[in-house]
């Protein structure tokens, strides 16, 4: 999942020509990013903050909350030539939501 998420935010950083983009929980904790590692952690650690601070010399910021079994998620970007995270967040839902396999009786037992 994490390789899945990770290769969805590498192609929208690319073609939206984001700086840094990241999906964080909702305690700023890094679940996937692009971009340079430091800045995608503090990205992830800004996420949550109802003020929206501007990471380092970041102009442009764009947060998009979404809800995966019941758990708040954060798409976070910056810098976009093309922002937009509406794509970014589908592809997240369909990621992160896909169905758990069913147990089966035998490996209950």
């Given at each position: 999942?994490?390789?899945a998420l990770g290769l969805l935010l590498?192609?929208?950083?690319?073609?939206?020509?984001?700086?840094?983009?990241?999906?964080?929980?909702?305690?700023?904790?890094?679940?996937?990013?692009?971009?340079?590692?430091?800045?995608?952690?503090?990205?992830?650690a800004y996420a949550p903050l109802s003020n929206?601070?501007?990471?380092?010399?970041?102009?442009?910021?764009?947060?998009?909350?979404?809800?995966?079994?019941?758990?708040?998620?954060?798409?976070?970007?910056?810098?976009?030539?093309?922002?937009?995270?509406?794509?970014?967040?589908?592809?997240?839902?369909?990621?992160?939501?896909?169905?758990?396999?069913?147990?089966?009786?035998?490996?209950?037992?």
């Amino acid at each position: 999942m994490e390789k899945a998420l990770g290769l969805l935010l590498d192609a929208a950083r690319q073609r939206q020509g984001y700086a840094t983009l990241v999906v964080a929980d909702e305690s700023g904790l890094l679940v996937a990013g692009s971009g340079h590692f430091a800045e995608c952690e503090e990205l992830a650690a800004y996420a949550p903050l109802s003020n929206h601070p501007r990471p380092r010399n970041h102009q442009r910021r764009e947060v998009e909350s979404l809800m995966v079994d019941g758990i708040s998620v954060l798409v976070t970007g910056v810098d976009a030539r093309e922002p937009g995270l509406d794509a970014i967040v589908a592809g997240c839902k369909r990621i992160l939501g896909r169905a758990r396999p069913a147990l089966t009786a035998g490996l209950m037992a």
